[in-house]
């Protein structure tokens, strides 16, 4: 299993796992205040209602999560991965494309999805 204790990419699947309270790996991420980049790609596939996902809300306001906007410089990089690994879901790409660029793993539900997009990175299932 790969080490996450200094930080992670987070999809919308962990996104969702923790909301739903259902994983303990993203738990104990959050209780250790692991650095947490939240795609802002991601967060648009998962946001709802701030006053329903009160979870979800509390974590993106904590200290050590950063929320990664997908900029025009992030643009121009995914059309770019996109075209080589002929993968369309642009989050994913996103995502894989932090997890590089930050040399951080990615937590997912979707391993096969990312796995996909870069096999070469470290993709850890929650």
Do not use: N, Y
């Not at 539900?109 to 990175?121: E, I, K, M, S």
């Amino acid at each position: 299993m790969a080490d996450t204790s200094v930080g992670a990419v987070w999809d919308a699947g962990a996104l969702i796992k923790f909301e739903k309270g259902t994983s303990e790996l993203l738990r104990a991420h959050v209780r250790r205040k692991d650095t947490i980049i939240v795609p802002t790609s991601a967060l648009a596939q998962v946001w709802r209602d701030g006053a329903r996902q009160a979870r979800l809300a509390m974590l993106l306001r904590a200290s050590f999560v950063e929320e990664a906007s997908l900029d025009s410089a992030a643009a121009r990089g995914i059309g770019a991965i996109l075209a080589r690994c002929s993968h369309s879901d642009i989050v994913d790409v996103h995502v894989a494309l932090l997890a590089r660029q930050r040399r951080l793993p990615i937590l997912t539900t979707d391993v096969d999805d990312l796995r996909a997009v870069d096999p070469l990175l470290e993709i850890v299932a929650v």
